[in-house]
């Protein structure tokens, strides 16, 4: 199920094919500890952060540049430049040099620079990683300085809050959803349900008769499992949590082996692809994704992706709430989720500039008539609504969407805590294990859970 963190639809190119997908087993423990050993040197970089850094101080005649770092497509890289010289037009003293690259490599170069006391004067932040860097002291606490929250929704303020101080400002709130391609159910005969009312057995029954109803190689859902996002809906409507707010996991193994159940039961009523099949869709990009070519009807995803996914597929698809456990859209738990944060380097020379073009980003109609939902729906409700004439169709329908559940949402989740990087990878690797069989879903839940709590430990 490709719902990214970053809410960025952007997947590495992978092998795939039978001779991959049986070396995978050992190219994943490969990827984890890897992956465990750039946390472990990205922590052990934060703790040697010491003054210094960011930009050259100001120079003779006043100006000053700052460095602006982020990650995302080309598309992400047009539009962010186009806001910045809206700003540099406003603020002629100050010069924005744009750093940016793709996910892959983002947090590695960003650890680096932090360490060697070089890390940008702006930095687009993430969910799994604002703790980390606030608790080590890497971000500058925004409300000490001049930025106007006063127009930001609740909940993607309160996303950057932290015992550090006001660490990030939400630059997009997205929801996680799931979308479908009514093309693939129009094949099939079978109707849409109801996002209102439908349950997670109405899920269950409608991807199973898509499957038996459309050619072979189509299925009525992609499966779920690749992230937290789907097995965060899943606790939450289950009366748990995935974080608690102390930083340690609020569920238990058998939370999760229930989770990999149904997942289970998907897979034996053909309602998913194959496990192989899984396997191969997670290293498919965006556009070649089971949603996009038209071989799945249902798929997950985060709701600001649902523009570049129906580009792909060359036609409209539709956005809907998760089904829940009593037929209640109320009861699906969705919540809002930041994007991404504008953040800064807490070892800026320049913290009042840097400041400024933060709370340029944010409440500027300038920048939102340039960014418009790029990185989800914009969080200052009056630049959301002078940008809306401007917003192309399927971006109209995302913030629709977000409006529409706003009274239906759940409480906040706890922001994840520090080592929340590795959960992802580690949740990926047992849910292939589980689908190959491998691994039961108990001693699936008690190994993940387990690598879990010494990964945020």
């Not at 460095?67 to 806001?83: E, H, L, M």
Request: with cysteine; hydrophobic share 40%; net charge negative.
């Amino acid at each position: 199920m490709p719902v990214h963190p970053k809410g960025e639809a952007v997947a590495p190119a992978e092998e795939s094919g039978t001779a991959a997908l049986k070396a995978r087993a050992p190219k994943a423990r490969r990827r984890v500890r890897a992956s465990a050993l750039v946390a472990a040197t990205a922590a052990a970089v934060l703790a040697l952060t010491a003054c210094g850094g960011g930009s050259e101080a100001k120079s003779a005649d006043g100006k000053v540049e700052l460095r602006f770092s982020w990650w995302g497509s080309d598309k992400r890289a047009q539009v962010t430049q186009a806001a910045i010289a809206a700003f540099e037009a406003e603020n002629p003293n100050i010069k924005i040099k744009p750093e940016y690259g793709d996910w892959s490599g983002y947090w590695d170069k960003l650890a680096t620079q932090v360490a060697a006391n070089d890390a940008p004067d702006i930095i687009q932040m993430d969910e799994k990683y604002i703790t980390e860097y606030s608790t080590r002291g890497a971000l500058l606490d925004l409300s000490k300085y001049q930025i106007d929250t006063s127009k930001l929704d609740k909940a993607a303020l309160e996303a950057g809050q932290g015992e550090d101080g006001l660490t990030g400002i939400a630059a997009g709130i997205n929801a996680a959803t799931i979308l479908a391609n009514p093309a693939v159910f129009e094949a099939a005969g079978v109707a849409i349900p109801d996002d209102k009312t439908w349950t997670w057995e109405d899920f269950e029954r409608v991807a199973a008769e898509i499957t038996a109803k459309s050619p072979k190689g189509t299925y009525g859902a992609a499966a779920y499992g690749t992230d937290e996002a789907s097995l965060g809906v899943w606790l939450r409507q289950n009366g748990k949590s995935l974080y608690t707010e102390d930083g340690k996991l609020g569920f238990e193994p058998s939370d999760i082996a229930q989770w990999w159940g149904f997942l289970k039961e998907l897979s034996e009523k053909k309602a998913v692809p194959s496990a192989s099949e899984v396997v191969e869709a997670e290293a498919a990009p965006l556009d070649q994704s089971g949603l996009a070519t038209g071989k799945n009807g249902l798929a997950f995803w985060w709701s600001n992706q649902l523009p570049a996914l129906e580009k792909a597929a060359g036609g409209e698809l539709q956005i809907m709430r998760f089904p829940s456990k009593t037929g209640k859209a109320e009861d699906s738990k969705l919540w809002y989720k930041a994007s991404q944060f504008w953040s800064a380097s807490s070892r800026t020379k320049h913290p009042e500039e840097t400041a400024k073009f933060i709370n340029f980003l944010a409440n500027d109609v300038k920048a939102g008539e340039a960014l418009l939902a790029d990185r989800g729906v914009y969080p200052n409700s009056e630049v959301r609504e002078a940008i809306a004439p401007k917003l192309a169709k399927a971006d109209v329908k995302v913030v629709s969407f977000i409006d529409a559940i706003k009274d239906e949402l759940g409480e906040a989740p706890a922001a994840p805590p520090k080592g929340a990087g590795a959960i992802q990878e580690i949740i990926k690797r047992y849910t292939s294990e589980v689908l190959f069989n491998r691994l039961s879903t108990e001693e699936a839940g008690k190994k993940a859970v387990d690598e879990m709590k010494s990964a945020i430990s």
